[in-house]
């Protein structure tokens, strides 16, 4: 998730989601995780000709991409997360929160 609104490097909130997979790629266990990413701007990345590329890893990685959006809550313990995007009220999706000790890459 990257938060809507200026940050200082808009490739920071992406980068985790990258080495996550990367790691769950290598453990075996990306093809049973439901990954996405959101982002609140057009693109995965300002610059189109970065972007091409990191539509590439997104797509490598299996990653859910969801663009002109944001989270606008979450439901612990439902375990769920709303996605709302700037069409559209919001979508609910599922939670999966993962043990502290298992965040470790």
């Not at 809507?4 to 990258?18: D, E, F, L, T």
């Amino acid at each position: 998730m990257m938060p809507s609104g200026p940050i200082k490097c808009a490739g920071a909130p992406q980068k985790i989601a990258y080495l996550a997979c990367d790691h769950w790629r290598r453990e075996g266990v990306l093809k049973d995780i439901d990954v996405h990413l959101v982002l609140p701007t057009p693109r995965t990345f300002g610059i189109a000709s970065i972007a091409d590329n990191l539509d590439k890893v997104v797509s490598d990685y299996g990653i859910h991409l969801h663009t002109n959006s944001e989270v606008t809550a979450v439901d612990a313990n439902a375990r769920k997360v709303t996605v709302s995007a700037a069409a559209d009220g919001g979508t609910d999706a599922m939670l999966h929160p993962i043990a502290p000790e298992r965040w470790v890459l």
